[in-house]
């Protein structure tokens, strides 16, 4: 089974359900997090059961989680009452971090104690980072103001934006580009990025790089099925025991 | 020079700052004050380097000139409600709220010592999180279990006898024992996962880290939470204590292993010699466990911002 963390507003996961069809695919809310079924055993994880689509699952029934909601926000919790809703939003997604972090298969990304998506970098961080693995940036210039001067616009140019999954990339112009966009996808420690370029007559420019991106592409969502299978693969090769997704749905 | 940024009303900035200052001068500190941040302002600038400057205090400092930095900024919630609260309006907010973000970068660029950075830090937002990491240097953890189930944390319950409940998030619970009086309202958890966790019985201790030192306190209190003891009517007893070397290494290994170079870090030791380790602070109130144990964590702290 494959489950997508999203938020409630997240339309284009309907699409990729749909994309995905010929797999076991559940969507998770955090309304989901409060419904009974949820033990997560700190120290057994083997144990623990989650709650998707509204049934009980063992946590050893996921062969993978592709993570669509970079935090839960107080707007997730229409169903809790106002004057708790911001305590519970702190801790389910105190919660959900825990969670994704003690599962045995792949989960894109991994989470950190502040995004679910992944580190959660400032763009300073982000050109810092491109900077440091080679990339070409131009620097990013921010002063407190009171209209808040964010300063690293780059000309009215081509945009290239290359989707990092796993360690194949999609949408490169070059090689050189795919292969700064994987460093720069392992200097964050992720597996799943999407990276901006402007692109000159004389080469690229890094603009900047998101852990959210659309997933609607054929090409994209299909990539991201194969990292799943793929991975599950591995990591059952390495166990020495079958890999679980040949016998979803 | 060294930078601290907080509230002089804090008291372990307030006394970072009195040992700073028993050997270096005033002009070696810079001081970022929140009651005055809208008197602030910075300007970074981030390629393959970093330049930051802070115009403050009515001086301009270039920031690559801050070996080493102390963190304890409040929330802006705390600073509406502060001495200066008439000042700060929507606009005012969301100017502190942006010199903060663009330090905060600065602080996790920064090739300074930062005490500690945020994204270090950050484990606090996740107890279990932080749990896991811990078990990973060889402490011992309670078991734990965290639930929409009344019937699971019932079951734990009759598991291990006593059990506890307290929040996950860094948003403070009082650690409270359930009860049979907690019953009825055990249904309440099928709205947000609980976490419910062995009682450990044992002596409590809290160990600060401070670089490479180590400073330990025993907490003598028939209190659930010691920290709420007075509150409740109780005794709360800290004394200075020695700890075995190789606990007090393990300790070194933890808050190393989390990129901490302070950490405050909740221990008990049970009947059976084991070591269960609950939380590391990224962020310890020191002066509590130094004003009552004597030791000078402060000086420490201070040492290991000056020496880097």
Redesign the interface.
């Known amino acids: 089974m494959l489950v997508i963390l999203a938020s409630v507003h997240d339309k284009s996961v309907e699409h990729l359900v749909e994309l995905w069809d010929s797999y076991d695919v559940r969507v998770l809310t955090c309304k989901e ?11 057994d994880s083997a144990l623990s059961t989650a ?1 998707v689509n509204g049934k009980k699952i063992s946590n050893e029934q996921i062969d993978g989680v592709l993570t669509r909601l970079p935090y839960v926000a107080e707007t997730e919790l229409s169903h ?1 009452v106002n004057h ?1 809703r911001s ?2 939003a ?6 959900l ?3 994704l ?2 599962l045995k298969c792949p989960v894109l990304n991994k989470p ?3 995004c679910l998506l992944g ?1 959660n970098w ?1 763009q ?2 982000w ?2 980072a491109a ?2 693995v080679g990339l070409p ?10 209209s ?1 001067i964010i300063n690293n616009a780059v000309d009215d140019v081509q945009r290239v934006i290359v989707s990092v999954i796993g360690d194949r990339c999609y949408g490169a112009v070059n090689d050189k580009m795919a292969e700064q966009s994987l460093r720069l996808t392992r200097e964050a420690g992720v597996d799943l990025l999407s990276v901006h370029f402007a692109a000159y007559e004389k080469g690229f420019l890094f603009i900047t790089a998101n852990l959210w991106f659309p997933v609607d592409s054929y090409n994209i969502s299909n990539a991201i099925l194969d990292y799943f299978i793929e991975s599950n693969k591995k990591n059952a090769a390495h166990r020495q025991r079958s890999p679980q997704l040949e016998h979803v749905k | 020079m060294i930078l601290l940024w907080g509230v002089l009303e804090d008291s372990p900035l307030m006394a970072i700052r009195r040992a700073l200052l028993r050997s270096l001068d005033l002009t070696d500190i810079i001081f970022i004050d929140q009651h005055n941040m809208l008197d ?9 380097d ?1 330049k930051c400057v802070l115009h403050n205090d009515n001086q301009i400092t270039d920031l690559s000139s801050v070996t080493a930095a102390y963190l304890r900024p409040y929330s802006s919630d705390y600073l509406s409600y502060s001495k200066n609260a008439s000042n700060i309006d929507n ?1 005012a907010l969301r ?1 502190i709220a ?2 903060e ?2 330090l ?2 600065w602080t ?2 920064t090739p300074a010592l930062v005490v500690n950075k945020p ?1 270090n830090m ?11 990491i811990i078990s990973t240097v060889g402490f011992k ?1 309670p ?8 019937q ?1 944390a019932l079951e734990f319950w009759k598991q291990h006898g006593i059990v506890i409940y307290k ?5 403070r619970s009082i650690v409270s024992r359930l009860t049979p009086e907690h019953l009825q309202r055990l249904e309440n958890v ?5 976490q419910f966790q062995q009682y450990i019985e044992g002596i409590e201790y809290r160990i600060h880290v401070v670089g490479d030192k180590v400073f330990a306190c025993q907490i003598i209190s028939p209190s659930d939470d010691y920290r709420y003891a007075v509150l409740h009517g109780q005794t709360v007893d800290i004394r200075p204590c020695v700890i075995p070397p190789d606990i007090a290494k393990r300790c070194k290994t933890l808050a190393s292993h989390m990129g901490l170079s302070i950490a405050g870090i909740d221990l008990r030791c049970t009947p059976n010699d084991e070591w269960y380790c609950f939380e590391v602070n990224p962020s310890p109130a020191f002066t509590y466990y130094q004003e009552a144990s004597g030791k000078h964590i402060d000086e420490a702290i201070a040492e290991l911002l000056v020496k880097n």
């Not at chain 1, 702190?90 to 919660?95: T, V």
């Open positions: 997090l409060s419904i009974v079924g949820w033990r997560h055993y700190l120290n709650v809790i708790d305590y519970v702190a801790e389910m997604m105190a919660f971090v825990s969670w972090s003690c950190t104690p502040i580190p400032s300073e961080q050109i810092y900077a440091k940036v131009r620097p990013i210039h921010r002063q407190s103001s009171q808040n | 602030t302002k910075v300007d970074l600038i981030v390629g393959p970093i606009d100017y942006q010199v973000d663009i905060l970068s996790e660029l994204s950050a484990s606090n937002n996740s107890k279990p999180y932080q749990s896991v953890i078991d734990t279990l965290i639930t929409t189930e009344p699971a929040s996950i998030s860094s948003i099928c709205n947000c996962p609980t």
